[in-house]
């Protein structure tokens, strides 16, 4: 059974940085895609990320294109979530995620996702 475990989090201006991790356990790293998703109180939980299960193709929501990056490193079974140029609409709890139906992305809709980890909170101060 695979779980997860998400870290990470804290307090950042805005315009800095922040890395989150997800570390994984329980199925081989490379058999899943593995994603990133958010929500804030009284909001429906929203696609981040996402990375295919090899690392080579990696696919972002709108809102955080060129700004956030997505990773796994295989070898140690972690996923990571490099945060750039944060603002203030970045608030929230970060949930990563892994749909271990396939190695290749398919849906950003969270029911694709089986397993998460149980979120790290992301405070951008402005």
């Known amino acids: 059974q695979l779980q997860l475990v998400d870290s990470g989090g804290g307090l950042v201006q805005a315009g800095g940085s922040l890395r989150l991790s997800c570390a994984a356990s329980?199925?081989?790293?490379?058999?899943?895609?593995m994603a990133w998703f958010r929500q804030t109180s009284g909001k429906k939980r929203e696609f981040v990320a996402a990375v295919s299960g090899s690392g080579s193709r990696t696919f972002y929501a709108d809102s955080v294109k060129g700004r956030f990056a997505i990773s796994r490193d295989n070898a140690k079974n972690t996923g990571y979530l490099q945060m750039n140029s944060v603002k203030s609409e970045d608030t929230a709890v970060y949930y990563c995620a892994a749909d271990t139906s396939s190695p290749y992305y398919r849906n950003n809709s969270p029911v694709q996702y089986e397993h998460w980890g149980q979120g790290t909170q992301v405070t951008v101060s402005s």
């Open positions: 329980g199925r081989t790293s490379s058999t899943y895609v």
